[in-house]
């Protein structure tokens, strides 16, 4: 049996050695690979390289001519200026203002000035001078989640429960934000002032927006009452009971009708009262709050300036993108005869 004990212990070696060989040879495989794709894409570099020093004179021809045409296209374009406001929609009237926003750009893009004249009260040749409307909404993540928690307060417990903030957030409509820049572009500086009490009103004059507007002034002055009201019915319990109060404390004196338990209850009634009063006074603030709110159908936060701010950028000039659309189509014609040289080349061997 001495003689047998050995072999068990040679397979063992035999077995760790061909297990340690094959990890080897898998790791030489994988760095292998890994090094044949950096050859490749070095390969590939190597070739554009290649391809632009074959060609870089005419490239350098292409984008000097773009550049000059760039130049001389940015030397005797229109300058164009770019207006801004913030604007507050109550009454849920920011859709008829996006509606409009989209109607006044339509009619810009088509330079349809006789229309745009028109539906904005100004000279066609303001209308003339504008160029495109923008809308969008204005909110960051504090706002976001203001609006998820008034939201959440507006349903019942049940259906609260279902509600998720990151799925709230992730599918926001835009729509919903409390705040939305317009912005508008014109070769007049001075136009977008002009338009301003136009897009107002044609959503403040809305029958629908202004029956929605008496209706909220109607509740909030009812709710503003009922508040005060529960004021002044607090404000004579609470004289009740320190009158009941003042009485106790005679009896007390005098050594007659001792009673804790009734005097604690007043006093707990009485700090119920006095909570409930500061709690309604909060609630007379948020109705402040809220009737300055809803003053107007479309509150208007930062109104257009004076004069238009001039639009500059390198990347919007001619003189950046001609020349890299000269640059782009030489690229593609002489990459398709290339390709087309390297088919022919590799259809012969």
């Known amino acids: ?29 994988l760095f292998n690979s890994i090094g044949n794709i950096f050859k490749g894409i070095f390969g590939v570099i190597i070739l ?24 001389y ?3 005797n374009k229109q300058i164009k200026y770019m207006s801004t406001m913030v604007l507050e929609p109550n009454f849920n009237s920011v859709q008829q203002l996006y509606n409009n926003i989209n109607f006044y750009n339509e009619l810009a893009e088509a330079k349809d000035s006789s229309a745009l004249a028109e539906a904005l009260n100004i000279s066609k040749k303001d209308a ?18 203001i609006l998820f928690d008034k939201f959440v307060r507006s349903l019942d417990t049940t259906t609260q429960k279902t509600i998720d903030m990151e799925d709230y957030l992730k599918n926001f409509n835009s729509l ?46 009812l709710q503003d009452s009922i508040y005060n009201k529960q004021i002044r019915e607090i404000d004579s319990l609470q004289k009740l009971y320190k009158e009941v109060m003042l009485k106790e404390a005679d009896r007390e004196i005098q050594g007659t009708n001792i009673s804790l338990g009734e005097n604690g209850s007043n006093e707990n009634k009485e700090l119920s009262l006095i909570n409930k009063v500061e709690e309604l006074k909060m609630g007379l603030v948020r109705l402040n709050e809220e009737r300055a709110n809803k ?17 500059k950028g390198f990347f ?26 390297y088919l022919k080349n590799y259809k012969k061997h």
């Open 128 to 145: 003339f001078t504008l160029k495109e409307f923008k809308v969008e909404s204005y909110s960051d993540e504090n706002q976001k989640v």
């Open 176 to 221: 919903e934000a409390r705040f939305h820049t317009l912005s508008v572009v014109a070769t007049n500086n001075g136009v977008a002032k002009k338009i301003q009490s136009s897009i107002i009103n044609s959503i403040s004059k809305n029958e629908y927006f202004n029956l929605q507007k008496d209706i909220s002034d109607v509740n909030i002055n």
């Open 316 to 341: 919007k000039s001619y003189k950046f993108l001609v020349p890299c659309l000269f640059l782009s189509i030489l690229l593609g014609v002489f990459g398709l005869l290339s390709l087309n040289e």
């Open 1 to 29: 049996m001495s003689n047998d004990l050995p072999k068990p212990k040679e397979s063992e070696e035999v077995d760790l050695g061909q297990l340690f060989k094959l990890i080897g040879n898998a790791f030489t495989r």
């Open 73 to 75: 296209l940015d030397n």
């Open 295 to 311: 003053s107007s159908i479309l509150n208007v936060i930062s109104e257009f300036p004076r004069k238009g701010v001039e639009i």
């Open 48 to 71: 554009f390289l290649l391809f632009v020093q074959k060609h870089i004179i005419k490239f350098a021809i292409a984008g000097i001519v773009g550049l000059v045409i760039g130049i």
